[in-house]
Antibody, heavy 120, light 107 residues
Framework: QVQLVQSGAEVKKPGASVKVSCKAS????????IHWVRQAPGQGLEWLGI????????SYAPRFQGRVTLTRDTSTSTVYMELSSLRSEDTAVFYC?????????????WGQGTVVTVSS | EIVMTQSPGTLSVSPGERATLSCRAS??????LAWYQQKPGQAPRLLIY???TRATGVPAGFSGSGSGTEFTLTISSLQSEDFAVYYC?????????FGQGTKVEIK
């Protein structure tokens, strides 16, 4: 069965960077785009970006451009999300999500979420 | 960027009753709209895509309708497990955007 398993919770200081992993299994890793979505405490869902695991193409939401980097390792079927210059407002749950195979940007499978806390 | 607005913010419904949730886009998204359900402490779950197509395993009591700028998610008879927050999301163009959510609570 399709699974996306994310790395564990992180606590970071303001100004630091965080790198979250998302390991895919149960399907052909290179055939489906992976997206990242974040959710601040008590808030809604916010799209961060997308990576095509079969190549090197990425796209980021304008407000995160320059701070977020998505990469992938095809040998381990893992996607990574790195967010730099962290501030307290970045405290959130970060989700990876698989896009539907048609290429449309809706998400049929989600990781369990990774809590990132930014605090001095 | 398209703005997605959901209403109401909170919907109080008795078990067994019908719930109707609305989602409005600031410009046409054609039928490129999805609905998700999120329970506390869990990741969102895809319910509906292409405005009206139920995702795999979603009960028939969930239905979606609409196109263009106005969309509706209907839950025909609320069960205890249906009390949750529901989000709409357009994927008509870049970037994809979510609505702010509607919380369906027990009346």
């Amino acid at each position: 069965q399709v699974q996306l398993v994310q790395s564990g919770a992180e606590v970071k200081k303001p100004g630091a960077s965080v790198k979250v992993s998302c390991k895919a299994s149960g399907y052909t890793f290179t055939s489906y785009y992976i997206h990242w979505v974040r959710q601040a405490p008590g808030q809604g869902l916010e799209w961060l970006g997308i990576i095509n695991p079969s190549g090197v193409s990425t796209s980021y939401a304008p407000r995160f451009q320059g701070r977020v980097t998505l990469t992938r390792d095809t040998s381990t079927s893992t996607v990574y999300m790195e967010l730099s210059s962290l501030r307290s407002e970045d405290t959130a749950v970060f989700y990876c999500a698989r896009a539907d195979g048609s290429g449309a940007y809706y998400f049929d499978y989600w990781g369990q979420g990774t809590v990132v806390t930014v605090s001095s | 960027e398209i703005v997605m607005t959901q209403s109401p913010g909170t919907l109080s419904v008795s078990p067994g009753e019908r719930a109707t949730l609305s989602c409005r886009a600031s410009q046409s998204v054609n039928s490129n709209l999805a609905w998700y359900q999120q329970k506390p402490g869990q990741a969102p779950r895809l319910l509906i895509y292409r405005a009206s197509t139920r995702a795999t395993g979603v009960p028939a009591g969930f239905s979606g309708s609409g196109s263009g700028t106005e969309f509706t998610l209907t839950i025909s008879s609320l069960q205890s497990e249906d009390f949750a927050v529901y989000y709409c999301q357009h994927y008509n163009n870049w970037p994809p955007v979510f609505g702010q959510g509607t919380k369906v609570e027990i009346k």
